[in-house]
């Protein structure tokens, strides 16, 4: 069973006196009723004091149950962020298993498709960051990636297959993850072992070739200890792009030793292998006679073009291993112990294309579209190892002191990472394409990769680095009244990153750079809760970017430009409130932010080098949520954001002033179901939504631009009974020309009309 949530009783009662508050409240009279038909069950936890007779003691009533639709409720899947959404002062986002599974999601990317605010990043010039690049509030989170609230290293496009949910926590979380999280951190919550046999297996097949399977079993092996392994095998074409294909498969064995005792160990394991065709999109020109450039897919030539070349591939091996240890000392004090140990493989080859002038555009808008040549160029081919270590100790203690009810979490966070990164080399130059009809079977040179025996020209380069952080954090929440509370917390860390090169010399601008940094993150909120369902915050929070944060996810990961190697420094001011309403069926959130970053790091479109480049820029905007049951049988699920950015200093002529890259002016998503007829022989649910962005800026400077996105899409699925579910999703249904993936000098048309069939049988 998942919890709901947690109510301190503030005076002596009994058990049954709580049970019967809790049947006639009509807050959860209604919830109440449902989950007692689906097994609910109500514990009684007291405390060390109340098993010795202190009548005076708080008692603790801790309600287990089916989690609603409204993401107020759910949990943010981080031990150091104990609260539900509800009573975090944070804009959260939450894409719950429900939405998951109604839009059929597949992978990571999908899943933030339904989170205002994320957008992709087709990644830097040199290939280093293809995989999951997002952008959060229009800045970079593509190292501050979460998995049950610990660090992600890997540089690989994550399948959902393991998913319970996912978390977008907007904002610098600094003092709680440690180092990064500009716009915010995106923590996903996997599956894990549960006290009941399950089984659970889908298939699913649609147009482009789309052919998937998974498969999820889940065994009680005694009243304390479960296993459970889940599978996917994966094989598809990007509809709408030529030559784009995907085959990968996962596997995500677990097993928990004494759920439901005071001292629990979960053990996870996940491994995914992927064989993929990177695209690195289509080029932005500037049409002669304007000065802003767009794609060139604006000006008539196809979406499906792409301009590689068969010898482009990424293969990735990606292996985590994670042990979580809980030990609930008193059921006020509670220790977690997370450890988590990665292994990643990769190689990598790809075309990078460029429209030049001379070459591309003026014979393409001077009409003679046969005579447009696109130059290919590409960053040397390499081979990716890296490995990483990340153990987190915390203590979660709830107590008074004077009467002031507290809540304490202190702990000491440490991560290494290692990388050793070999570039081998093409065995010719990268000949030219065709803009208009390109293909992939011109005379393409053979990628030799280190150690080939092919390889023609001494030794490759190579590079190696690690970064390693220690960070020891400590916050306190205390309730001056009971509606009113402080939340306040420091994490100091020592940071340290370091790389070097062999075999080339000159290429970065030094053979070896390293810098080191005492890192101090505040964060303060002031929280109202005038009632259980009312809760209005004011946050104000800093977090801390390094250069050489993006090590495993790099070309060049520090290369320092006006920044004087200082890091990165964001400070955030947000205003917020939240509601449950409707018998805490339904959820709603507003907040209004500020967003400052200093010494802005950004990468080069055509070099990759990440550099800091001594720019001021701000972000500020509202936020406005909404998730949960309307009506009995309807839920609705959405998010809004407008945006003001702009760039309030820079060492770029022409750019102070501007909107900042990568931020559009607002975007949002809606999502709603319908159910007709359930439990009965004619049921049906039908849903549909859209998600939108604003157009937006691909730099600084404000020359060159992507258009606005709109997609809509919509399902239906049907019960044969308790076991068997049939669904329908169609995307894009409008078969528009968006572009999901944002660079400086590129971007990559999304996937077209797609259609998927599903077969789902649940046991």
Known sequence: ?????????????????????????????????????????????????????????????????????????????????????????????????????????????????????????????????????????GFPAQNDIYEDGLRDFGVYTRDSFNYESVVVIKGPSSSVFGNGTTGGAINVVTKKPILKDRYDVNFTGGNGDYYRGTVDINKKITDSIAARIIGVGNSNNAVGRDYIYSHHWGLAPSIAFGLGKKLSYVVQYVYQQDDRIPDYGVPVVTKPGTSIARPITEYGIRRGNWYGNKMDS????????????????????????????????????????????????????????????????????????????????????????????????????????????????????????????????????????????????????????????????????????????????????????????????GMWGANNMETTNNIVNPTVSLMFNPTENQMYYFTWAMSTTPLGMYLTNSYAPMRDNQGGMKPERSRLYELGGKWSLLNQRVGITAALFRLDKSNQIVSDPISGDVTSSGDTVRNEGIELGISGNVLKNWDIYGGFAAYHSDVKSSQTAGAKGNRVQYVPTQQGNLWTTYKIMPDTA??????????????????????????????????????????????????????????????????????????????????
């Not at 968006?738 to 599903?758: C, E, H, I, K, M």
Request: proline letters at 6%.
């Open 314 to 505: 990424d293969q990735t091996q990606d292996h985590q291993l994670t042990g979580r240890l809980k030990y609930d000392v008193t059921p006020d004090i509670v220790i977690h112990n997370d450890t988590r140990y990665g292994n990643y493989r990769r190689e990598f080859s790809v075309t990078r294309p460029q429209c030049q002038a001379a070459n591309c555009v003026r014979p393409y808008f001077s009409g003679r579209p046969q005579d447009a040549i696109i130059s290919t160029s590409g960053p040397s081919p390499y081979r990716q190892r890296t490995w990483s270590f990340q153990n987190v100790l915390s203590t979660v203690a709830n107590f008074h002191t004077w009467g002031i009810k507290h809540q304490l979490i202190a702990g000491v966070d440490f991560s290494y990472a290692s990388e050793n990164r070999a570039y081998g080399q093409f065995s010719s130059p990268l000949p030219n394409n065709s803009l208009v009809n390109p293909t992939p079977n011109i005379n393409y040179p053979i990628s030799i990769l280190p150690g080939d025996p092919k390889a023609t020209s001494g030794d490759p380069v190579l590079r190696k680095g690690h970064t390693r952080d220690v960070g020891v954090f400590i916050y306190d929440q205390f309730w001056m009244t009971e509606q009113w509370s402080i939340k306040g917390g420091v994490r100091y860390d020592n940071w340290n990153a370091k790389y070097g090169t062999e075999g080339g010399a």
């Open 682 to 763: 004619y049921n049906l649910t039908v849903g549909g939504g859209v998600t939108w962005r604003g157009n937006v800026w691909l730099n600084n400077t404000n020359n060159a631009k992507a258009p606005a996105n709109v997609s809509i899409d919509a399902m239906l699925s049907h019960k044969f009974d308790e076991h068997w579910k049939v669904a329908f999703n169609i995307y894009n249904i409008t078969n528009r020309l968006n572009y999901d993936s944002l660079f400086g000098n590129r971007v990559t048309p999304s996937t077209g009309r797609a259609f998927l069939f599903s077969l789902n049988m649940l046991q």
């Open 1 to 137: 069973m998942e919890k709901v949530g947690i109510k301190r009783i503030v005076q002596p009662i009994s058990l049954a006196t709580v049970m019967v508050g809790l049947m006639n409240s009509p807050a959860i009279a209604q919830e109440t009723d449902i989950n007692l038909k689906e097994g609910k069950e109500v514990e009684k936890q007291e405390s060390v004091a109340e098993k010795s007779g202190n009548p005076t003691t708080n008692e603790h009533i801790l309600v287990r149950g089916k989690k609603t639709s409204n993401i107020l409720t759910h949990e943010t899947g981080v031990d150091l962020m104990p609260q539900d959404v509800m009573h975090t002062p944070q804009n959260i986002n939450v894409v719950p298993q429900k939405i998951l599974q109604e839009q059929n999601v597949k992978s990571l990317e999908e899943a933030l498709k339904n989170v205002p605010g994320v957008t992709s990043s087709v990644g830097e010039g040199r290939g280093g960051m293809s995989g999951n690049q997002f952008l959060i509030r």
